[in-house]
């Protein structure tokens, strides 16, 4: 049984020789609205990770937990698509001698146009991350 099941895939038929379907413009237009802020992504690690868990644990790691949705696309490669072009973000790692508001800003600025920072410098302890709130550029990512 085993045999023939693998054969009978094997002859499956794509249907490559089919017309395509053409979408009208409103459907188009649609489509783009929709996708209009998303990120596409892959594993940068060659390890076999589940992506299906990566998907599920990185909208809590940025603290968007429900507000995005994400998708397998293809194989390896995975959407994350927002809701709007405002979001806030973390940036962390930044050392402690370098944390101030004009580095903030710039790390910020490299990812759109930062709108507000939330960050306190009267505060002398070491923070793990800082919030910004971003419009994002998505034209500045592949």
């Known amino acids: 049984m085993g045999e023939n099941l693998r054969r009978a895939i094997q002859d499956l038929n794509p249907r490559i020789d089919d017309a395509l379907v053409a979408l009208s413009a409103a459907v188009c237009s649609e489509v783009r609205r929709v996708n209009q ?76 146009e930062v709108m507000s920072v939330y960050f306190n410098p009267d505060v002398n302890a070491a923070v793990e991350f800082v919030r910004v709130r971003l419009n994002w550029n998505v034209e500045k990512f592949p």
């Open 37 to 112: 802020f998303s990120m596409m992504g892959r594993p940068s690690m060659q390890t076999k990770k589940n992506i299906r868990a990566l998907m599920n644990s990185l909208p809590k790691m940025w603290g968007l937990a429900g507000l995005i949705s994400g998708r397998i696309v293809h194989r390896r490669k995975f959407q994350f698509v927002f809701p709007k072009e405002e979001m806030l973000s973390s940036i962390r790692g930044i050392p402690l001698k370098y944390l101030n508001e004009p580095v903030i800003r710039n790390i910020g600025d490299r990812m759109g």
